[in-house]
């Protein structure tokens, strides 16, 4: 696991001297990413830097930027590919000698003798970059998932590109403003949705996409589109062991480490199902790691411990208590944009736990969104099957002035009322993102300024929910839901969170349920064996009713949930009391402060309603005071 950057110089462009301290200085800044060796690549049209996080082939033979056997090609990777092995003996049979142990080389060679083609044959998690001595010309691609990060920026004649935008911040000539429509974007989906950012003219490429550029032509391109067409002619049975058989092959082949590994275990289906795989495939006890609360209703590490015991693992287990406070700011700095999923303190905790005892840990990300597992989706059905009992005419006039009444009262049930009636008037797409939508649109009525309103008076978040929505290769509601979320927030909420905080502790995570197999099979099944009634990931437990026991795939999910509203009113009360009143500081440039004010006081007199809402607050601005000072 490593970090890349660089910049791309177009001819014509004034002349820089020295870049070789811009390099130095954009790779300092990602050091966490790849504490283990860092290195630069510098000619009159490109520089290249790389930071790496030795995994496989431990000796300088893998330092990177690396040269094509040839001298054509110079590529940065970050990542791995779990595949390499049987690429390189593919190669090998075709005359290519290699010169490491390295999936670097094994895919530089690849690009080499299939360019872009070589894609399809990866499966892993990357971001890769690779200049083209002799044509000028440079490529990116990103994983088809969006595991790992690449953002590029256009601007002065130049484009530069980095694994986190505060290696971009250490170029002289990146003068970045705030992008207001992607402000709306993140207080309403706790993130900025890609490929957007929230800096004008700086964007992520997208999964599954690529970028290649000369300096002054720019084309992009997808390689890979996920599908949800059903599988025909499977019963239950065979469904339920294609799909442990192909997960069990991820797990095994994400086992493939120099360096010490182990997994995280929350003692949730997905983590205890990577765990029981991963006991069968190792010579040893697998180390595992769990974090608990103080808050009985949080904290789940209980049942971590039932199944670290079950398998025999060695297991390591850490409790958040009153450390919230000291570490939040310093932990909220690894975002180079406002990010409010809070369980990213959790993450943090996890990952500095798991990198005290191995380099590289496995998890199971993507068992929700991949098989119905949230209980949004749950939510979401009842309220379809109340939409479709009324009529949409009257779901479209008689609703919502109902839901205007109900919001004047101030109690739990009328608040709840409001919000399903302003759901069921609109149609599944939009009801699906006001849903959970983290920002009422009523509060940010109340909060914004006028000018920042006019200015993005034309832009509304639901539109990403709606096109991606809209754009599914699918016929039913759910897969559509599913669909939009593995386009938005699977890459932009989830992926980005563990990316960050494992990457904080230059610890390498690999995600099994996120193979691009898994991945295809899951979208193959029918909507109908994945949500049963209230019960979400129904095929997933039932093809794991072989390994593990009822009372971990049946109990009631909890996710890595934080209690929110005590730590505001308790452990990181001083800071958000700084932030939340701050008249100079990030809020202020979009609310009205003495409006903010009010909700954090009613917050304090033991409203939780806003609870949400002040939380998003409270991380816009500290992401504010580290890199506000940084905006054009």
Known sequence: MCGLAGFFRNPGTPERSNHEPWLQAMGQAIVHRGPDAGAIYL???IGLCHRRLSILDLSDAGTQPMVSTSGRYVIVFNGEIYNFAQLRRELEQQGVVFHTRTDTEVLLELYERRGEACLERLNGMFAFAIWDRQGGELFMARDRLGKKPLYYWFGEG???FASEIKALLELPFFRPALRPDAVKDFFAYQYVPDPKTIYQDVFKLEPGCWLKTDGLNTITGRYWELSFHPLVGRSVGQIEDELF?????????????DVPLGAFLSGGVDSSAVVGLMAGHAPRPVTTCAIGFDSERFDEVHYARQVAQQFGTDHHEFTVRDNVAERLESIARYFDEPFADASFVPTWFVSQLARQQVTVALAGDGGDENFAGYSKYQTDAVENRLRSLVPGTLR???LPPLAGIAGCFRHTLTNKA?????????????GFFMSNCFFRQSVWDRLVTPEFAASTRDYDPADVTRKHYREAPADDHLSRILYTDIKTYLPGDILVKVDRMSMANSLETRAPLLDYRVVEYAASIPAGLKLRGKEGKAILK????????????YRK????????????RREIRPLADELLTDPEGGLARCFDMGEVKKLWQSHLDGNDRHTQELWSM????LWWRNYGGHLA
């Open 418 to 430: 409001q919000t399903l009636m302003e759901t069921l008037a609109q149609e599944p797409d939009t």
């Open 618 to 621: 409270v991380a816009f601005a």
């Open 245 to 257: 058989g192909l997960i069990d092959e991820a797990v095994c082949q994400r086992m493939i480490s």
């Open 557 to 568: 999910k909890m996710g890595f949930s934080v209690p929110l509203a005590q730590w505001l």
């Open 396 to 398: 479209h006039h008689l």
């Open 158 to 160: 130049q484009l530069a």
């Open 542 to 553: 039932s093809s794991f009713r072989r390994l593990l026991p009822d009372d971990i795939l």
């Open 43 to 45: 000619d009159d049209r």
